[in-house]
Structure formats: structure tokens, C-alpha cells
């Protein structure tokens, strides 16, 4: 079954761009009281073209808002110990309100040691071990960013979520893990959840399985970074579908381009709103960091 047009595009682009403006407002009117600029600090270690064009990102974004902000750049050389090193230099320094580092990092560093060693009040990216335990008790906290840019894009949208059937794709510590705690709990908390009935499948899902719960989905959300993983089949008719996957693939002519979980031209006439790849999810994970700079910000000036 298919509709007879197709899906509302959630457009991650202008919605990130109008939530950054509304952003520069109230940057701007906190500053007219006396506030400093919000600063933040992007640790980016070695040389992957990735993390860089992302990292110059973040930063456009924070020039754009109204927030200082600098990028460290360190050798893929570097050891753990010197790491850690760098971020407690910036934990202390009561100049500096967020601290990002940008992962993955090389091997040789554990990235859970020094997402822990990022400063709790200054960990704009939401992966320090206690604000992951207070977000799953349902306490204010910095909600990771990609998870946040989900929740923000549902919101926008005017999407239901009370009594909904969500499924998640995707069991990563960052992004399917916390998004599916907010999604299911319960909205009378101090973090107030979506009140939705929560499934979760990943990568290992038989297909067979993930065809039997996937169609039952009133917002399907794919995480996975498995190209097509969701077919137009699986898209209930009506759903709202979020591709938060983002993987570069090589095409015939040599070229490259990104795209997502979702094969978005089937799906896109199944579903009720989809967002595409890129342009959907990704623009909004950016603003959605220039809230928690923000946010960390005015807790710090208090």
C-alpha cells in the first residue's frame, strides 16, 4: 500500500537554520545583561577528512549563533595521558563552558576514558558516564546531540508520540541507547518523556524479524550506518521515518556521495514524513550543539 503522494520532507537544513536564529536572540539578550559570549572548546586529534569537515561545522555554526569557539588541533600521535592532559587544562579553565572531543579517536585511545574525563557541567556532547545515568532516571541533563536533533525534528513537526509505536534501529551508547529511553518513558519527569511504545532492533536483527516489527512502526528511526537496511516494505503507511545513518559510498562514475539506512525514493512514498540524506538529521545534530553550549553556559554562570 502506498500513498497517493509523497512523504512531507522534514527539511533538517531550514529548521536547524530558524533554530539558530532563534538561538542568536537569546544569546544576545543573556549577553545584555553583563554575560560573556558562550564559549566552546572542539579537541580534533589527527587528520580524518571527516572529522575535520564536521568540526568546521560546528564552528560556522558557533560563529553564526553568537558563541566563541575554538578548534585544538593534536597529532594522531598523541598519547591518552596527554589527552587527558589537555582536557583538564580546559575543565579548569572557568573561561571555557563546553568541551567537545571530536570522535572516533585513534585506536590507541580509549574514547569512553576520555569522554569521562570531560568535565560533567562542560560536556556538551552528553557522553560522560553520569549525564547518560541521569538521563536514563529521566533527570536534567545534556542529552546527546544527534538524540536531541531527533527529539527536536519530532517536536517541530507536531509529530504524536503518546501511545505511538517507535522503532529504533540502531543500540549505539550514544545515539539508539538514550534516544529510546526519552521515546518510551513517561512525560511527567523531570525530563519529560514521549510516552511512545518503544521497540528496538539493530544491524544483527534477522531481516525476518526486522520485516515483522518494522510495518508496525508509527516512527521508524534507523541508526545503523547499513546502506538501504530499510526498505520501502518496511515503512508503515502514514510514518514518520528518520534516517539519523550517514555513510559515504563510491558510485559508477568514481564519484561519491552520502546517503543513509533508508531507501529514501521508495520510502518517500510510503511514508507520512521522511528526512532526507543528507540535509535531515545532521544540521540539526550542529544546533542542537550550540543548545547544549548554551545550556552549559548559563548553568556555569550561576
Not at 568541551?99 to 552528553?126: A, F, M, S, W, Y
Not at 529511553?181 to 519529560?192: K, W
Not at 520510502?267 to 550543539?289: E, N, Q, R
Amino acid at each position: 500500500m502506498m500513498n497517493n503522494k509523497s512523504a512531507t520532507l522534514i527539511d533538517g537544513k531550514r529548521i536547524s537554520d530558524e533554530y539558530k536564529k532563534g538561538l542568536k536572540v537569546e544569546i544576545e539578550q543573556w549577553m545584555s545583561k553583563g554575560n560573556r559570549a558562550p564559549c566552546l572548546k572542539a579537541i580534533l586529534v589527527g587528520e580524518d577528512p571527516a572529522s575535520r569537515t564536521y568540526v568546521t561545522k560546528k564552528m560556522e555554526a558557533s560563529a553564526m549563533v553568537g558563541i566563541d569557539s575554538e578548534t585544538i588541533n593534536l597529532p594522531s600521535s598523541i598519547s591518552q595521558e596527554e589527552l587527558m592532559e589537555k582536557i583538564v587544562v580546559l575543565n579548569q579553565d572557568k573561561q571555557v563552558d563546553g568541551i567537545l572531543v571530536q570522535l572516533p579517536l585513534p585506536k590507541h585511545i580509549d574514547e569512553r576514558t576520555i569522554c569521562n574525563t570531560v568535565d560533567v557541567d562542560k560536556d556538551v556532547d552528553g557522553f560522560h558516564i553520569t549525564n547518560i545515568g541521569k538521563l536514563a532516571l529521566n533527570m536534567d541533563t545534556f542529552i546527546p546531540c544527534t538524540v536531541l536533533a531527533v527529539l527536536e525534528l519530532i517536536k517541530c513537526c507536531n509529530i504524536e508520540t503518546k501511545g505511538k509505536t517507535a522503532l529504533i534501529c540502531g543500540r549505539s551508547k550514544n545515539i539508539g541507547l538514550p534516544l529510546s529511553m526519552i521515546l518510551h518513558s513517561d512525560y511527567r519527569n523531570e525530563l519529560p518523556g514521549l510516552e511512545a511504545t518503544t521497540i528496538m532492533c539493530h544491524r544483527n536483527t534477522p531481516a525476518s524479524e526486522l520485516m515483522r516489527y518494522a510495518p508496525t512502526a508509527d516512527i521508524l528511526i534507523s541508526a545503523t550506518g547499513v546502506v538501504g537496511l530499510i526498505k520501502p516494505e518496511m515503512v508503515k503507511p502514514g510514518a514518520v521515518v528518520i534516517d539519523v545513518g550517514l555513510t559515504r559510498v563510491q558510485m559508477a562514475d568514481g564519484k561519491t556521495k552520502l546517503v543513509g539506512d533508508v531507501e529514501f525514493e521508495g520510502a518517500s512514498k510510503v511514508a507520512g514524513y521522511i528526512t532526507p540524506v543528507p540535509g535531515g538529521v545532521g544540521p540539526m545534530t550542529v544546533a542542537m550543539l550550540m543548545k547544549n553550549t548554551f545550556k552549559a553556559a548559563k548553568h556555569l554562570a550561576q
